[in-house]
């Protein structure tokens, strides 16, 4: 295993901690300017994300009314009653982006897709990139905040859905993530740097409870306005 890759898993629980779960709940308030920019504010505040941190799968509750939930599987999205039973269904919601711009709006579907990948992702990483047919690579290191960080380079495999195909993600000298680079496919390759903050220990695992998601520019640095995703984690459980 790559030796960057190793020391992040350890300082984050260890694989084996991390294999002894299959499911994570988390509550999680989403906020930031670009629910604004695509005419959907709101929609994400107070919310429980429930994942299988093993294969791509995501609930949202409640989702656009407090007795109904948004079920993501990479392929589809389902609007549901607590209950079970079925509202609405959107197939092959990635090809539901075809089209769009910057400005477009987005409606319920667009924002449940978008957050769902984003959230599997973030929810599961570092470990994620252990994962088979993952590549990574360890770059260049990287000088913020005064520190040095070291930089993963991971190549995602076609069958996980997430932001882009490839991603980097740094890490400073006690292991623990920093920064998480990417470029957004379904949003016209928009670049987003994810800042994790406020580490907690959940069940031997160590999460980040805050999370803040700026553009940047050409040269790699931080724009520090508008903050596009602010996401604040409220009580996480493994099972």
């Not at 429930?50 to 995501?58: G, K, L």
């Not at 959230?119 to 252990?130: H, Q």
Request: charged share 20%; hydrophobic share 40%; with cysteine.
């Amino acid at each position: 295993m790559n030796d960057l890759l190793d020391l992040a898993l350890t300082a984050h629980g260890g694989r084996d901690r991390w294999n002894a779960f299959t499911a994570l709940r988390a509550e999680v308030s989403i906020g930031g300017a670009i629910w604004e920019f695509k005419q959907q504010p709101g929609l994400l505040t107070d919310k429980v994300f429930a994942i299988a941190t093993h294969r791509q799968s995501v609930v949202i509750t409640p989702f656009t009314a407090l007795d109904r939930r948004c079920v993501f599987q990479p392929h589809s999205l389902v609007l549901e009653g607590l209950d079970g039973t079925l509202i609405e269904t959107r197939e092959n919601p990635e090809g539901a982006f075809a089209g769009q711009t910057a400005t477009s709006p987005w409606d319920k579907f667009h924002v449940a897709y978008f957050a769902s990948e984003a959230l599997w992702t973030y929810l599961t990483s570092p470990f994620l990139y252990a994962s088979p047919g993952f590549v990574t690579e360890e770059i260049e290191p990287w000088e913020e905040d005064g520190e040095t960080w070291r930089r993963l380079k991971v190549t995602f495999p076609d069958h996980i859905f997430s932001h882009g195909r490839t991603q980097v993600t740094h890490f400073g000298p006690d292991g623990l993530m920093r920064r998480h680079d990417y470029t957004v496919d379904i949003l016209e390759g928009a670049s987003g740097a994810n800042y994790p903050s406020d580490y907690v220990e959940v069940q031997g695992l160590m999460l980040p409870s805050k999370r803040g998601i700026y553009a940047y520019d050409g040269a790699g640095r931080k724009v520090p306005e508008p903050l596009l995703v602010s996401l604040d984690f409220g009580a996480m459980t493994f099972s």
